[in-house]
């Protein structure tokens, strides 16, 4: 069974950076494809960047070039880098694990075969 936990979060002022971390079960990037996906109250749930079992990586354009996603299998541990924060990065963060994920650059994505989504952890970016 797949189980994922995210920590991390926090409050950051604009311009700063977070890591986020998913603890996840061993093998389970090995298996799937990997995602961090992001709520901003009142809005739907958007895909920030994912990762597949091969090491391929994708952002949505708001991300790119400022957030980095990696996987170390050592340790069982998907993170999140986000670097250059701004306000509307805010919300709250999820991992996900899912036989096919597809993330589109505008932030939509596909989701099949999921097998586990973490519960979440808050990021807050300030002014």
């Known amino acids: 069974q797949v189980q994922l936990s995210e920590s991390g979060g926090g409050s950051v002022q604009a311009g700063g950076s977070l890591r986020l971390s998913c603890a996840d079960s061993?093998?389970?990037?090995?298996?799937?494809?990997m995602g961090w996906f992001r709520q901003a109250p009142g809005k739907e749930r958007e895909g920030v960047a994912a990762i597949d079992s091969a090491g391929s990586v994708s952002y949505a354009d708001s991300v790119k070039g400022r957030f980095t996603i990696s996987q170390d299998n050592a340790k069982n541990t998907l993170y999140l880098q986000m670097n250059g924060a701004k306000p509307e990065d805010t919300g709250i963060y999820y991992c996900a694990a899912a036989a096919f994920l597809k993330l589109y650059s505008g932030g939509t994505y596909s989701l099949r075969g999921t097998a586990a989504w973490g519960p979440g952890t808050q990021v807050t970016v300030s002014s």
């Open positions: 061993e093998y389970t990037s090995s298996m799937y494809c």
